[in-house]
């Protein structure tokens, strides 16, 4: 697939012509006979001519509509789907696979990075965790949906990335759409006076519950705020750089107003994660430090779980109560069903610790593994209310240790490659910001994935597996000797 394709030939447009035609007359045909999926054959054909011959402005265009997209409950066979996102995703999937085929050449270097290495790792255990999945149809599924969010949102980003312009692009895109949806909540969410009960669901259409929408904002705050002070570096105007900052205080209201703690937390823990970058502590540091803190709390973890039985505050509309309830595992609901959810993940994989009970399969499997001690008032045996709530442990009851060491891997590859960019005397300061900015988006997920689990929403794939394209494309950046940004083209954005 050519990135700056475009119709040249006659025979080209008279394809293209008679295509459409034939489109619009299959849409017109269900139109008449009222069988109403036929009418989406000219968007799907519009789709799939726009993918091929504009494959940029098409990623562009999936990016901003992201977080505009509306997730569908059933739309047949029992299967969610959101819209118009996620058939978009599939065409340009294959695609990506099909030219991928074609061209069969990959570059060595790429398949040496440790992220890159990490990926196709837990990828490939995933494969095997399917055939001996306890739910096989459920766990293909479930694997097929990982192919194809890794392969758009990560393998065919960094290859548009090379031009690092279009990183920024990307990046802005998805900054429109997120501002589009949050500024919307915002103003519904006034009118109730922002209470706590319709912070829960306001959100709604465009995301589940506030626990997902604000782990997808909370991506962007870093991301908004790097244009706002570094935006010149990036060609964008002085009006355009205010603009973002409006764009990270209108995202940082919407987070606390969303009264979810983990955000509050993942948030903190970016800004901790910034000091720690402004000092230059490397990687293995960092690591060492996390190792000794899980040491510990593991050693101390009854005096730590006697002081957190010690809080009973319960959620609250008032944000200060609120935030105090983060550590009451005592009376709080939420808190104590999500300590049920990480038992029965224990449990689990102590029953299959190698190839977990499969992909996909936590929800129809936990229910025999809850304790009748750990049940809560909000406990269901038919898995709604959230999933593992936690990304951790869900990757330790579906796919093993193994795929657990590989899930973590990705994480922790991810962050190495962002400050070998950022500690990288080479490095350009825009390279710099840009994988900072990213880098800190990264953090508030990876410490959000601590309590929920949503790698599997294209709402969250999009901006998880993008940014950590971003910082691998801007290790090759360094290596092909791109030194400025304001010089790039921007030809093929077209």
Request: charged share 15%.
């Amino acid at each position: 697939m050519s990135f700056q394709k475009v119709i040249t030939t006659p025979k080209e447009n008279r394809l293209l012509i008679l295509t459409g035609l034939t489109g619009l007359a299959i849409g017109l045909t269900g139109s008449i006979l009222e069988i109403y999926e036929l009418t989406l054959v000219p968007f799907a054909i519009g789709l799939v001519f726009l993918c091929y011959y504009k494959p940029a402005f098409y990623v562009l265009l999936i990016a901003f509509l992201v977080p505009l997209s509306i997730f569908i409950d059933d739309v047949g066979g029992g299967l969610g789907l959101s819209l118009p996102t996620e058939p978009m995703i599939w065409i340009l999937f294959l695609f990506f696979f099909y030219q991928s085929l074609i061209e069969s050449k990959v570059d060595k270097r790429f398949l040496k990075e440790p992220l890159v290495i990490f990926i196709l790792a837990n990828l490939l255990w995933m494969a095997v965790t399917v055939a001996t999945s306890t739910m096989p149809l459920t766990s293909a599924k479930y694997f097929l949906a990982r192919c194809w969010f890794v392969g758009v949102f990560f393998f065919f980003l960094f290859r548009i990335f090379q031009n690092p312009n279009f990183i920024r692009r990307y990046l802005s895109y998805m900054l429109y759409g997120t501002f589009i949806v949050v500024a919307f909540t915002l103003l519904k969410h006034s009118a109730e006076g922002f209470s706590r009960g319709w912070g829960y669901a306001i959100m709604k259409p465009f995301f589940g519950d506030h626990t997902i929408y604000s782990a997808y904002i909370s991506f962007f705050v870093p991301v908004a705020t790097m244009f706002a002070l570094r935006g010149n570096w990036f060609k964008f105007g002085a009006l355009h750089r205010l603009f973002f900052a409006l764009v990270a205080l209108v995202l940082i209201i919407g987070i606390v107003f969303s009264y979810t703690r983990a955000s509050w937390i993942s948030l903190i823990a970016a800004l901790a994660f910034y000091q720690l970058i402004k000092f230059k502590v490397k990687f293995k540091h960092i690591i060492f430090t996390i190792s000794i803190i899980a040491i510990i709390g593991y050693i101390k973890q009854e005096q730590i779980l006697y002081s957190l039985e010690s809080n009973k505050q319960g959620s609250a509309d008032d944000l200060e109560s609120h935030a105090e309830s983060m550590s009451n595992i005592t009376t709080d609901p939420s808190n104590l069903e999500r300590m049920n959810r990480w038992h029965c993940a224990i449990l689990m994989f102590k029953e299959k610790p190698v190839f977990g009970f499969g992909p996909g399969t936590y929800t129809f499997q936990y229910a025999p593994f809850q304790r009748p001690e750990d049940l809560t008032i909000i406990s269901t045996n038919s898995g709604d209310l959230g999933n593992t709530h936690s990304e951790y442990f869900n990757a330790l009851s579906e796919m093993g240790l193994i795929g657990f060491i590989t899930w973590l891997g990705v994480f922790l590859a991810s962050i190495y490659t962002g400050l070998k960019v950022i500690y990288d005397p080479i490095s350009r300061n825009w390279q710099k910001s840009l994988a900072t900015a990213v880098l800190l988006g990264l953090i508030t997920y990876y410490v959000h994935a601590f309590l929920n689990n949503f790698s599997d929403f294209d709402k969250i794939a999009a901006p998880l597996w993008g940014f950590m394209a971003v910082l691998v494309a801007l290790r090759f950046h360094k290596y092909e000797g791109q030194t400025d940004i304001m010089a790039l083209s921007r030809k093929d954005l077209s």
